[in-house]
């Protein structure tokens, strides 16, 4: 990794895919942005295609964003079992003033996306992290019939149709483009 590059930590836990292709959306925005750069982690072995997350990602990274679909109105148990175990991080300030996001998909439309975005944020605060949200000049946020919040990206898999909306895709990119210069800025 170069000095100068920024980089930007994904990290995700995906059950069924949408959280995954959601991760890979907002890469995708990231990587649109020069100098920006986006590394790809998961929890567990939770998918073949990328790399296990390790603690020297977090020190690595200028920032952090993590996803997870929704499990009774929280994070998922192996993306909770990831962030409990970063008492060191925390002890160590490896987090301070980083920027920091979150997203999550949800198998209904009133399935606790939004508590899940925010109980995922609590312990981002705790580390002193920066939370960067969806504002909303983001026009999709006033027309999407799915996922979509100001706290973060999100994914509605509506009878189980795991199929990103265009919608939720234009806020997934368009988060990653603004999560990347918030984090370019930061690092300068």
């Not at 959306?25 to 929890?43: A, F």
């Not at 929704?70 to 987090?95: R, V, Y």
């Not at 439309?109 to 949200?133: C, D, F, K, N, R």
Request: proline letters at 4%; charged letters at 20%.
């Amino acid at each position: 990794m170069l000095s100068n590059m920024t980089s930007i930590l994904i990290i995700y836990y995906s059950q069924n895919g949408s959280t995954k292709k959601m991760a890979r959306l907002i890469s995708r925005g990231i990587e649109s942005i020069e100098g920006v750069n986006s590394i790809i982690r998961t929890v567990k072995n939770s998918d073949n295609d990328d790399a296990v997350v390790e603690k020297k990602d977090l020190e690595n990274c200028d920032g952090l964003l993590i996803g997870s679909p929704t499990h009774f109105g929280n994070m998922a148990a192996p993306m909770k079992e990831f962030i409990d175990s970063t008492t060191t991080e925390w002890f160590n300030g490896t987090l301070i003033d980083k920027p920091a996001g979150v997203f999550t998909s949800t198998s209904s439309m009133h399935g606790g996306q939004e508590t899940t975005l925010i109980t995922m944020m609590l312990p981002l605060i705790h580390h002193g992290m920066i939370l960067v949200g969806v504002p909303y000049s983001e026009k999709k946020l006033g027309s999407t019939l799915s996922g979509g919040t100001p706290y973060g990206p999100s994914h509605v898999s509506i009878n189980k149709n795991n199929e990103i909306t265009d919608d939720e895709k234009a806020i997934c990119i368009s988060y990653g483009k603004r999560f990347a210069n918030i984090c370019k800025k930061n690092k300068s």
